[in-house]
């Protein structure tokens, strides 16, 4: 079975996920400088095995044999080209059972999933409808959402470019820095009626670039509030020591820069 996911973190804990209930399948990890190619269950970054040889091949796809199944992690990115030329490899599209999971069902560049995805799952229970948030907090899979809209006065907007429907990111943390967003995230975070406030509460804070996510998290960190960052250029075994501590509790936030969006 070949596991596809676009993150170190996804394979990481999909293959501690499936370890924890088939240890017997042995399941590993072909990415980057790990090469579990002959493991019973293989989670594969896409990244790897779209990557090109110099001579044009990919020898790190090709070590990976005999795929009876394959589980698409965020299958709303298997639409790119170089998704589904993975998945036509090992013969997605010519019978070998494929399952995608996601809970983004659109994209940005408007591609149908239709490419690839034939049919969704109906929940047995009502034919016609899906497992979606409602139903998943309804029956206990997953928490009730709380929100709380924090008001940061100085923010100014209205000079912020839309671009594929979202604010431009560089141009929106330019405007959150310009006002003071980190102190309105303090004054939230120790707002009692918000969060308890006692060293239980775990959180995240989305940041739109780098430059945020370091000044967010050295605001929360004078304020007392024990905060890691982690970026896209946070090497791997740091990454993992950050998750530790704030699994843990060592740290109660985590501010992080397009990196745990998924």
Same mark, same amino acid.
């Given at each position: 079975?070949?596991?596809?996911?676009?993150?170190?973190?996804?394979?990481?804990?999909?293959?501690?996920?499936?370890?924890?209930?088939?240890?017997?399948?042995?399941?590993?990890?072909?990415?980057?400088?790990?090469?579990?190619?002959?493991?019973?269950?293989?989670?594969?970054?896409? @990244?790897?095995?779209? %990557?090109?040889?110099?001579?044009?091949?990919?020898?790190?796809?090709?070590?990976?044999?005999?795929?009876? %199944?394959?589980?698409?992690?965020?299958?709303?990115?298997?639409?790119?080209?170089?998704?589904?030329?993975?998945?036509?490899?090992?013969?997605?599209?010519?019978?070998? #059972?494929?399952?995608?999971?996601?809970?983004?069902?659109?994209?940005?560049? $408007?591609?149908?999933?239709?490419?690839?995805?034939? =049919?969704?799952?109906?929940? #047995?229970?009502?034919?016609?409808?899906?497992?979606?948030?409602?139903?998943?907090?309804?029956?206990?899979?997953?928490?009730?959402?709380?929100?709380?809209?924090?008001?940061?006065? @100085?923010?100014?907007?209205?000079?912020?470019?839309? $671009?594929?429907? =979202?604010?431009? @990111?560089?141009?929106?943390?330019?405007?959150?820095?310009?006002?003071?967003?980190?102190?309105?995230?303090?004054?939230?975070? @120790?707002?009692?009626?918000?969060?308890?406030? =006692?060293?239980?509460?775990?959180?995240?804070?989305?940041? #739109?670039?780098?430059?945020?996510?370091?000044?967010?998290?050295?605001?929360?960190? =004078?304020?007392?509030?024990?905060?890691?960052?982690?970026?896209?250029?946070?090497? $791997?075994?740091?990454?993992?020591?950050?998750?530790?501590?704030?699994?843990?509790?060592?740290?109660?936030?985590?501010?992080?820069?397009?990196?745990?969006?998924?």
């Amino acid at each position: 079975t070949l596991f596809l996911v676009h993150r170190n973190e996804l394979a990481e804990q999909g293959r501690d996920e499936i370890h924890g209930f088939a240890p017997h399948l042995r399941p590993g990890i072909v990415m980057g400088t790990r090469r579990d190619h002959d493991r019973p269950v293989v989670v594969a970054s896409t @990244q790897t095995l779209g %990557r090109r040889d110099r001579d044009g091949r990919n020898s790190r796809r090709e070590q990976i044999h005999s795929v009876a %199944r394959i589980v698409y992690d965020e299958a709303h990115h298997a639409a790119s080209l170089t998704a589904r030329e993975i998945l036509g490899y090992y013969g997605a599209f010519n019978g070998i #059972p494929t399952l995608g999971f996601s809970a983004t069902l659109s994209r940005t560049d $408007r591609r149908g999933l239709g490419e690839v995805w034939t =049919d969704i799952v109906e929940r #047995p229970d009502a034919p016609g409808k899906v497992w979606d948030i409602e139903w998943g907090v309804r029956n206990g899979y997953l928490v009730t959402p709380r929100a709380w809209r924090v008001k940061v006065p @100085q923010l100014d907007l209205s000079g912020v470019h839309v $671009r594929a429907g =979202d604010l431009a @990111q560089e141009e929106t943390a330019s405007a959150m820095l310009d006002a003071n967003t980190g102190a309105a995230i303090v004054k939230a975070i @120790q707002n009692p009626d918000l969060l308890r406030c =006692d060293g239980t509460d775990r959180g995240v804070v989305f940041c #739109p670039n780098v430059a945020t996510a370091l000044e967010f998290s050295q605001e929360m960190n =004078d304020a007392s509030i024990r905060t890691g960052v982690i970026l896209g250029s946070t090497p $791997r075994e740091e990454r993992r020591q950050i998750y530790a501590r704030h699994r843990i509790g060592e740290l109660e936030w985590l501010c992080n820069a397009m990196v745990l969006t998924e």
